[in-house]
């Protein structure tokens, strides 16, 4: 098997396309999450016609800006508004925005009384209290996930070119090589994610949510669950598997909130959402930025490893059956 | 003539690939379903719902995603031989390269000329009502100019892997300049001047003007810019495809 | 005779190294002329230049009166290359494939079904014409990747190795398919570097060494050289030393190998000599178990021109 591990090392070596993907560009991904994650951003901007802005408001959450007329729907869309506000006679306002009625209300309550309501959180509030780990390790997943796939490649070009029935021809069978890749993937994938954020932390003093060995633990549950995902898919597919990788990951990554908190009522959704193991990987990060120990976290990081351990055992089982039936 | 009979072969070869059809018709439904879904809460139902607003954005997404099925149709394994035994015949370099970004645009002008109005008409969404067609007219070119820029990095790197490896950088770049997945207005002075660089933030502020505020005004300029852009991604292919790089 | 192709003072490098030096060679109208060369000779840069494909550093070549700098559209139209890769399409059926490469020589309507229909005979996969070539064995691709080729009924074929991993009963046809377009009126260049297809089909072979051309004429013409020329092979009841057998005095012998069981001996007077070598074999006490002759063979030829080294 080592001879296998060796002979992907070496072959990954030429295929500078993925190298530079795996070695640069990912790096400088995960650099650009740290610099968003840790960079605030400006306040929200309700607009108000007419200087209407009341004198005594005290507020963390919006920037109140007065305007001559009201703003395009597209200034919303685009972020450049959160609200647009206009006094009505009886003193309230009438209130336009794309957020939800809360929000609307909350806004209403500041424009009226001053103050948002005690128990109001805005989206940027949200996103703090998910922490700044949470949203590295978020956007992280999807990185990973996709990575994974790419850096598969050499196990679909075995079967293309015949090297894959060689070498199950020579004293070495499915199990052996297929262990090999996973090994081959799963160290291309840590190292290139875990030494930034390492290095980041380390000399520049970034926060990061999480100390060294954390991000340490979490990268490796996350990497062995991509490894074992991205084994599956090119086990399954014959072609376009970037594609899919790509296409199945931002879906997934979404439902299990890894850019955005999800909340739902719908039940169905929310199973959904439990059933992806990246929703119980982010609950997991999120349990511990917030100084929560793994113990506490044992049935999902369970669930996250047999997620793992499944795909690899139907990755080995169709390879087999393949093989079998001389497909490869 | 013979421009046409490779494009429809091309488009023959696209038809054979499931993938690529499925991300240009249902994967965008599945990404307005599953993002509108998920931010419900965060949207109001008027005057844009969640399913309104990723309607749009993730329409757009998809679009920018069509230069994965330009480099697909000009290089994955299956069709590679194929598409360069055409050099042998008697058919400019130009025809060749030509017709792999027609026939990716022809499908994506038929996908989203479908896909708008059945958002607009049948799932209700917002796609600018009756001035739809003006933003279908805006994805057509903003579809164009990705197949051109995924065909040019097809003629730069010689192999579907890597092109599509290396384009994905700059893809998901203006994509996320774009602001099409999270707003980044409020994010720094410097982040925001650097997303006018991104044609997916021309098209995407140019789609919200045509459908929320019935505003035309930079649907030509957008249009007139995205189409410089891929006469320049086409100049760039003419002066690097050489057929004899492939046989 | 009118001559199909005339390569005169080609040269083609490929950064400082030179692969093709010089080459000059004709094709006749009509004939059936085989391209060998070792791996790495310069066949395909060869063909590829032919084919339009690939641009020269210097020289002229003409095709069917056409010159390839000036006239390349012309000359695509009626040469059809077969190309040693597979260059089908799998997923659409082998009549479509046909049809569509020929349409792009102009062919439409009645004439491109015909012609379609026609070549899928020639090539033995008339039958097979509505199957996907993912569901073909290796050689029937062959076969369609030949019939892709001549459905536009071109003038000129020029075929880089067609038969390369395919058994005797795909090569067969197809060499038999060879001949048939040839009778058809065909000109037909073609490279590999197996010898007895050569032997079977070519008019007149050229042998290409280094981007050169070494040798040309008649499979008879060829071996006509070496025809005072015999081959005898000894096995021996142990391995021969190379001192042990004087051989030195014996003037008709051109080579001698020594090998595990036995050693083999080239002779340049035919006959002459065999009781001498036998006479010198067993006064150095080795037993002869078996012998055998072998006159010379285009591989003889080849390998004495093109050397018996292994090449990169």
Redesign the interface.
């Known amino acids: 098997m080592s001879i296998l591990l060796k002979n992907n090392f070496e072959r990954i070596k030429h295929h500078k396309s993925v190298l530079f993907i795996a070695c640069i560009v990912m790096p400088v991904f995960i650099c650009a999450a740290i610099y968003i994650s840790n960079h605030s951003t400006s306040h929200e901007v309700i607009a108000i016609l007419n200087s209407d802005i009341p004198a005594d408001i005290s507020c963390e959450q919006y920037t109140l800006m007065s305007v001559e007329q009201q703003p395009p729907l597209s200034a919303f869309i685009n972020g450049t508004y959160a609200a647009f506000a206009k006094k009505r006679t009886d003193g309230t306002y009438s209130i336009i925005t794309l957020k939800g009625k809360q929000d609307k209300e909350a806004i209403q309550s500041l424009l009226t009384t001053g103050r948002l309501p005690a128990d109001y959180r805005g989206d940027d509030l949200k996103r703090k209290e998910r922490g700044i780990g949470t949203n590295i390790l978020g956007f992280i997943t999807m990185l990973v996930l996709m990575q994974g796939v790419a850096l598969t490649t050499l196990y679909p070009e075995d079967r293309s070119n015949g090297t894959f029935r060689r070498i199950l021809s020579a004293p070495c069978n499915e199990n052996q090589y297929l262990a090999a890749q996973f090994i081959f993937t799963l160290i291309c994938i840590y190292a290139p994610t875990f030494a930034p954020i390492a290095i980041i932390h380390a000399l520049f003093g970034v926060e990061i949510g999480f100390s060294i060995a954390d991000i340490a633990v979490l990268l490796l549950l996350l990497t062995v669950f991509a490894t074992a995902f991205a084994l599956f898919i090119a086990t399954v597919f014959d072609r376009n598997t970037n594609l899919i990788a790509t296409g199945i990951s931002v879906v997934t990554c979404i439902i299990a909130g890894c850019f955005i908190e999800i909340s739902t009522n719908n039940p169905v959704l929310a199973a959904i959402c439990k059933m992806i193991p990246q929703t119980e990987f982010m609950e997991l990060v999120h349990g511990i930025e917030f100084g929560k120990n793994y113990f506490q976290f044992r049935y999902g990081i369970a669930y996250i490893l047999l997620c793992s351990l499944f795909f690899v055992a139907m990755g080995i089982s169709i390879a087999k059956r393949r093989i079998l039936e001389g497909e490869y | 003539m013979n421009l046409l009979r490779i494009l429809r072969q091309d488009l023959g070869n696209i038809i054979h690939n499931p993938s690529l059809i499925f991300s240009n018709t249902i994967l965008p439904l599945i990404l307005i379903g599953v993002m509108g879904f998920v931010t419900k809460g965060g949207f109001g139902t008027e005057p844009v719902s969640s399913f309104d607003y990723y309607g749009v954005n993730m329409m757009i997404f998809s679009v920018s995603m069509i230069a994965i099925t330009a480099t697909n149709a000009f290089m994955e394994e299956r069709v590679k031989r194929g598409n360069f035994r055409i050099a042998y015949a008697p058919v400019s370099k130009q025809e060749i390269y030509l017709s792999k970004i027609l026939s990716s645009y022809l499908l994506s002008a038929i996908c989203y000329g479908v896909l708008v109005p059945v958002c607009q008409y049948v799932l209700r969404l917002n796609m600018g009502g009756s001035n739809f067609i003006y933003f279908v007219l805006l994805l057509n070119v903003f579809g164009f100019c990705g197949c051109c820029f995924g065909t040019m990095f097809c003629c730069i790197f010689k192999n579907e892997e890597q092109a599509n490896s290396i384009m994905q950088i700059p893809l998901f770049l203006s994509i996320i300049l774009g602001g099409v997945i999270f707003q980044i207005h409020r994010f720094d002075s410097f982040l925001n001047r650097l997303s006018w660089l991104s044609p997916v933030k021309w098209a995407a502020d140019c789609s919200y003007q045509i459908i929320y505020d019935n505003d035309l005004h930079l649907l030509y300029p957008v249009m007139i810019g995205l189409l410089v852009l891929s006469f320049f991604f086409i100049g760039v292919c003419h002066i690097l495809f050489k057929p004899e790089d492939y046989i | 005779m009118t001559e199909a192709i005339i390569v005169k003072k080609l040269n083609k490098s490929y950064g400082q190294k030179p692969v093709i030096k010089d080459l000059r060679f004709s094709v006749f109208q009509g004939e059936i002329v085989g391209l060998l060369g070792a791996n790495g000779a310069g066949k395909s840069t060869t063909i590829?230049i032919l084919?339009?494909?690939?641009?020269h550093d210097s020289g002229s070549v003409l095709i069917g009166g056409f010159d390839l700098m000036k006239d390349k559209?012309?000359i695509?139209?009626v040469?059809g290359?077969v190309?040693q890769?597979?260059?089908?399409?799998?997923?659409?059926s082998a009549e479509?494939?046909v049809s569509?490469?020929a349409?792009?020589?102009?062919l439409n309507g009645a004439g491109l079904k015909a012609n379609t229909s026609k070549a899928l005979q020639q090539v033995g996969l008339y039958e097979h014409r509505t199957e996907k070539p993912k569901t073909f064995s290796g050689g029937m691709k062959r076969r369609l990747n030949i019939a892709?080729?001549i459905a536009h009924a071109p003038k000129l074929i020029i075929m880089d190795e067609p038969t390369v991993g395919i058994d005797p009963q795909s090569r067969n046809h197809i060499l038999k398919s060879i001949l048939t377009m040839r009778e058809q009126g065909a000109t037909i260049l073609y490279s590999t570097h197996y010898m007895e297809e050569v032997e079977a089909i070519a008019d007149r072979i050229l042998i290409l060494d280094e981007g050169q051309i070494i040798a040309s004429g008649t499979k008879d013409e060829l071996c006509q050289r070496y025809e005072n020329q015999i081959t005898y092979h000894f096995t021996l009841d142990r391995q021969p030393e190379e001192q042990g057998i004087r051989f030195s005095g014996l003037s008709m012998i051109k080579s001698v190998t020594y090998e595990e069981q036995g050693l083999t001996v080239t002779v340049g007077i035919s006959n002459q000599g065999l009781s001498h070598i036998i006479t010198a074999i067993l006064s150095a006490g080795y037993q002869i178990k078996s012998m055998s002759s072998k006159e010379a063979s285009l591989e003889t030829v080849f390998l004495d021109l093109t050397g018996k080294s292994l090449r990169d």
Do not use: H, Q, R
Request: hydrophobic share 40%; proline share 3%.
């Open positions: 590829n084919s339009t494909i690939l641009k559209s012309k695509k139209k040469v290359i190309p890769d597979l260059a089908i399409y799998e997923e659409i479509k494939n569509f490469f349409s792009l020589y102009g892709c080729a």
